[in-house]
């Protein structure tokens, strides 16, 4: 077999040391040295430690010797590329492992068939399998899975995957150790006959074995070879009987049947027994020449891969996806922590602005007054807007501004406001808009001043029917306001319930009192001139009929609750605190002038509130209740003097504590619409001078009247035709500090102190998160690597290339990856609506009334998309860190994990 001789490996003082710890160390391979050609069946031979397996992995490229040469091809292994050793093990080398080393993802027929894959030898590959796994016998196991072989099936597999692709040198480790003898007979006769015209290196301790396929032996002992032998040409151990009747029975094997029969028949005429040497010489091999080969590069075909990734996928995606979903909930934490200390007050009122689908925007000037205070935090007051104010919140826009003023009648002078029904639930502001037992507004957003024209488009006035009451004309010349039915159905159902009933054509005329809570007959009064049609109650249906409901039954509570927190409801509310329905309007260009002439000492003003100051400097609280109250005139006192009543020099005394109230300040404050707690339109400042017995209220000079009565006209500002450029202006507005007519302006203040205030622990908690994160991935990435490192091992043995095993790997990571995007993206939008929700309820707790619903979290594109950024950052680094060290571990120590 080997009298021409090419050889195709070459080993030249070849050492292997194995490091057991810093002072210690095995030896696995000693000075070895021999060459092996380009056929037949090579037996290493040895005891367990011998140095075997160390032997062989490093002629198959698994691992790498301490020192000394390994030629294969005529090509030192020094020299070998990382993409030469992957080549040779995918193309040239076939691998038998002791323990399989099978892929338990994919089928029998899938683990033969990655041979061929790996070097997108493809051609004819049905018809090459099905040869191939009829030779190792395994016909009908085509589809099984490899967890139901048995360990003969298994290794028959291993056989069938490292042959199919043809490879010159076999490398098998031990192949039958495992086996019965059948199944081992089976195995070495198929890896015999391949050996006919390739290399076969088999690792084996049975000496039997060898005597029987082996065509060379290489023994070792403690690393070291003791015996190289080659077989005897035209040796065969079988019984022979010469031509003396000298009988030599086989080396170390029984007689078959045959062979006894001929003893059996020949044993009279047998002179002497004995038996067949070995078979085996000491090797003195000639080398005739050496094997040079030239070798093109190979590909994993991409159709295959593609599929081994899916294999590997979803092999994991159960675990995956609980992971990734797990994942998704800490990057969820992370946006809502970074979207709330990213709080920004001017992108909440846009975001709400437009939630509630406004239709008009009122702004006004506000300043911070230095003089004022209200815990510790400087109050604001309204000041009047004038043309460059608007100009400044204006901007590039080309939106409308409609001056309005702070001055309108009421529908209701009874106390049946919606606070009574559910004293925590909405704020005063709302309050102040609808009644509890009707839909109404109680007051309007002030007066609008505009022309015919406006009022004509505005609703549709070109036909007469939509002026259901008066004319535009009764309101030129005058104080008489132009009302919407809305507004109207709200005085007639006030006065109603005081079972007076009323057309719109009896209130044409009528005179109101202006800008009033609590009381009839106070301030200036104006009339009706005009009622207009808008159709609201086909709009606000449900409204209405819940409405309805509610006063033909005994109220429930909790149902009636739950009404009022639902989103019809806040719609309602919100288009009447921000649209046009509740607006009073003017269409007379002196309506100001006019006011004020009105406005003489016969006339009565209303404070919205006081504010005391207990020691001549400014106490940090007011009188959060709105304490009307009639102001009589009193022209013996200076500018700078008030008197109060009995009643309101005891509520002080017990309010405050104090017995000392004379000659302390107290503040008349004016604020937007009355509202409680309302943002401060204006104040007087005043000396409390003493104690009136007879009089209702307070008493002040007329020049004070007329100051306070001037509050109630001051101007603002209405724009109209919300459309695109409102960010704009409300981000103007904001940034300028001027104050929007929002219904939930005081809870974006609560909302933006408190993320300042816990900005630094909110900043700590999302590092924490962020930190949390990446060991996550990390741990997971490791993890999801270190559990395949098996299969890893194997892949890189059978020729790989490490550029196709990172992108199985880091596909299946990215499907993580995806996955926890994916589901971050589908629970963001409830997560932040729980949020608001949450928080929301925690503030209602915290202040100790309910606050309506806003959207607070609000979902930036930019904050998911640097979020998303550094979880792609993370992802790589954490896949490719454990992937890079597989790299420098070499084969076989993830596949073998032993040192022979």
Not at 130 to 150: H, Y
Not at 433 to 448: D, E, Q, R, V
Not at 468 to 497: F, H, P, R, V, W
Not at 728 to 750: E, H, P, Q
């Amino acid at each position: 077999m080997f009298n021409k001789i090419f050889i195709v490996i070459e080993v030249k003082n070849l050492n292997k040391i194995y490091s057991i710890n810093k002072k210690r160390n095995s030896r696995g391979l000693v000075d070895v040295s021999f060459v092996l050609p380009s056929s037949g069946f090579v037996f290493i031979l040895g005891k367990s430690g011998s140095g075997k397996s160390t032997l062989i992995n490093c002629l198959g490229l698994l691992d790498k010797p301490t020192s000394g040469d390994i030629l294969i091809d005529n090509k030192n292994y020094k020299e070998f590329t990382l993409k030469d050793e992957e080549y040779y093990r995918a193309k040239v080398f076939g691998f038998v492992f002791q323990d399989y080393q099978l892929l338990e993802e994919l089928s029998v027929k899938d683990n033969i068939k990655l041979g061929l894959s790996l070097i997108s030898d493809l051609e004819n590959c049905e018809q090459r399998i099905k040869e191939i796994i009829n030779k190792v016998d395994l016909v009908g196991f085509e589809d099984r899975s490899v967890k139901e072989l048995s360990g003969g099936e298994k290794q028959r597999v291993a056989i069938a995957r490292a042959l199919i692709k043809n490879p010159r040198i076999v490398f098998a480790d031990e192949p039958t150790g495992n086996l019965d003898e059948k199944t081992s007979e089976i195995i070495l006769n198929i890896l015999k006959e391949y050996s006919k015209d390739h290399l076969v290196i088999m690792v084996s301790h049975d000496l039997l074995l060898s005597y029987k396929f082996a065509d060379r032996r290489i023994t070792l002992k403690e690393g070291l070879i003791i015996n190289d032998e080659i077989r005897k040409e035209n040796y065969e151990n079988k019984l022979v009987i010469d031509e003396n009747n000298n009988c030599f029975l086989p080396f170390f094997r029984n007689l078959n049947e045959n062979e006894n029969k001929e003893i059996n028949n020949n044993i009279k005429n047998i002179k002497s027994i004995s038996n067949l040497d070995s078979g085996f010489l000491k090797n003195k091999l000639e080398i005739n020449d050496t094997f040079s080969l030239k070798y093109e590069r190979v590909e994993f075909n991409k159709k295959e891969k593609n599929k081994l990734t899916f294999k590997f996928i979803k092999n994991g995606l159960i675990s995956s996806s609980i992971l990734s979903f797990l994942s998704s909930l800490i990057v969820i934490l992370i946006l809502l922590i970074q979207t709330f200390i990213s709080f920004n007050i001017n992108d909440v009122v846009v975001k709400n602005f437009k939630r509630s689908g406004s239709e008009v925007a009122l702004f006004s000037k506000s300043i911070e007054d230095d003089e004022l205070t209200f815990n510790n935090i400087k109050l604001k007051t309204l000041k009047e807007m004038d043309e460059s104010d608007k100009a400044l919140i204006k901007g590039d826009s080309n939106n409308e501004f409609i001056d309005v003023v702070n001055y309108s009648i009421i529908t209701n002078y009874s106390s049946g406001c919606i606070n009574y029904w559910d004293r925590g639930y909405f704020s005063t502001t709302i309050n102040t808009i609808l009644h509890g037992n009707n839909p109404y507004p109680i007051i309007s957003n002030g007066t609008a001043l505009v022309t015919d024209t406006y009022l004509i488009d505005k609703f549709n006035l070109d036909d007469k029917n939509n002026i259901l009451a008066g004319s535009l004309a009764n309101c030129q010349n005058s104080t008489s306001l132009i009302i919407t039915d809305l507004y109207a159905d709200g005085i007639i159902e006030a006065y109603a319930n005081n079972h007076v009933n009323l057309t719109y054509e009896q209130l044409i005329g009528k005179l109101y009192p202006l800008t009033t809570y609590g009381q009839k007959s106070l301030s200036c009064s104006c009339s009706i001139g005009c009622i207009v049609k808008t159709n609201y109650k086909e709009k606000y249906k449900e409204i209405f009929l819940n409405y309805e409901n509610f006063k033909n039954k005994v109220i429930n509570r909790v149902e009636y609750n739950e009404f009022l927190k639902s989103e019809t409801f806040n719609k309602y509310s919100s288009d009447l605190y921000s649209g046009t329905y509740s607006m009073c309007y003017s269409n007379n260009p002196k309506f100001i002038e006019c006011v004020k002439e009105l406005n003489d000492e016969r006339n009565y003003s209303s404070p919205s509130g006081l504010f005391y100051n207990t020691s001549l400097s400014l106490a940090d609280s007011y009188l959060n209740e709105s304490y009307a109250s009639l102001i009589s005139i009193n022209n013996t006192l200076t500018d700078d003097e008030v008197i109060i009543n009995q009643d309101i020099y005891n509520f002080l005394r017990e309010k405050y504590n104090d017995d000392e109230i004379i000659s302390k300040e107290l503040y008349i404050m004016k604020t937007q619409n009355n509202q409680r707690n309302g943002e401060m339109k204006g104040y007087i400042k005043l000396t409390i001078k003493g104690i009136s017995s007879t009089s209702k209220g307070m008493a002040i000079n007329s020049h004070n009247i007329k100051r306070l009565n001037a509050l109630h006209i001051m101007k603002y500002a209405l724009i109209t035709d919300v459309d695109s450029n409102i960010s704009s202006i409300i981000k103007n507005a904001y940034n300028n500090d001027y104050f929007i007519f929002d219904r939930n302006s005081t809870n974006y203040d609560v909302v933006d102190r408190t993320t300042k205030a816990f900005s630094n622990l909110f900043t700590f908690i999302e590092v924490l998160a962020f930190a949390f994160l990446i060991a996550f991935y990390i741990m997971f990435n490791i993890r999801s690597i270190s559990s395949s490192k098996h299969q890893i091992g194997i892949l890189k043995a059978l020729g790989m290339k490490f550029k196709d095993l990172c992108s199985i790997f880091i596909y299946k990571n990215l499907i993580f990856t995806v996955i926890s995007i994916v589901s971050t993206l589908l629970l963001a939008f409830p997560s932040f609506k729980i949020a608001d929700v949450l928080l929301i309820e925690s503030y209602s707790l915290f202040i100790r009334k309910s606050m309506p619903y806003l959207e607070i979290f609000i979902i930036k594109p930019t904050i998911f998309l640097l979020v998303f950024a550094i979880i792609l950052i993370i992802f790589i680094v954490s896949t490719l860190i454990p992937l890079l060290i597989l790299k420098k571990i070499t084969p076989s120590k993830i596949v073998n994990n032993k040192n022979e």
